[in-house]
């Protein structure tokens, strides 16, 4: 089984950034399997707390420089927001920096307040999607590109071929299924009521594709034991479910408005416990989902955790969840 980190800061991130590439260095001595960074723009950290974002690829150019082995994924890149050549020269290079190891995450689009910003499309219909995706992908080959009237050669490649792996995030059946039909991975968001996953994820695999293959997404807090993980983490669920009120989640019908009540959230929205408990819960979630395989904890709590914590958290993870799923597979 696979295990992730993913967040504004690719799951280490705290209230301020200025310990990223750090983090990023610890998560791979650790044993994780990647990082993935969220693409997102604008938001106002209160009180000096939570969300401070940075740019995705700029961040992830960093982190490749000072890592050797964790894969650095996106969870999402808004495709609207780029020109497709521009942004395959800047996803090879990346490539090229991290020796082949990059994960395309991408997204049709969707926040109006990104597009009345920046000036773009809000969401890209099904057919602009593949067209614009395409157009990146096909940019990866060998071969000449025609665009406006010019025949042109594109640098540079991607050492992984024919290119990165894709992963589409969507929750509208069309995408799902026009996903697995082209042979490209999708990616459940964490913040994501488990029947909405599930409907999602049922989607995919009847359209041919793998769920194994499905990176998922899951707040996670691991401590020595349920009572303490509740102590030590029940001020950042409130923190962080404040904040969850307020950005609009219940509007696209991802999440209950219920479900952002700390209680509830502590308890559907998070695994936290005990190591014994967190590998009972992700067991569950593996069931569930028909065979997950790839965990992406959203290790950060958005920022809000305290840095002790994370670190301890992610130390608990490594040495208490990670080897006993490996000794199971081997089994």
Known sequence: MKFGLSGCGGGVELDRQSKIIELASYAEKLGFESLWLNEEHFQNAKHGEGRLCLSPIVAASAIAATTTKIRIGFSLLILPLYHPIRLAEELATLDLISNGRVDFGIS???????????????????????????????????????????????QPKPIQKPYPPVYIGSYT???????????????MHGIT????????LNIYTNSGGDVKNVPFGRFVYVSQSDENAKKELWPTILKLTDRLKNVGL???????????EPENFYNKMVIAGSPETCRERISELKELTGGMNYLNALSGFFGYLPEENLRNSLELFSSEIIPKFQLKEKK
């Open 173 to 187: 059946k069309e995408i799902i299924e026009w996903s697995a039909q082209n042979n490209h991975n999708v990616i």
């Open 108 to 154: 049709r689009g969707g926040n109006r307040r990104y597009s009345n910003i920046f000036g773009t499309i809000e969401r890209y219909s099904k057919d602009e999607f593949a067209e614009h995706l395409n157009l990146v992908l096909n940019a990866f080959g060998d071969k000449e590109l025609c665009i406006g009237g010019e025949n042109i050669f594109i």
């Open 250 to 260: 219940t509007k696209g019908g991802r999440i209950k408005e219920e479900e952002l």
């Open 193 to 200: 009521s488990m029947p909405n996953v599930l409907e999602a």
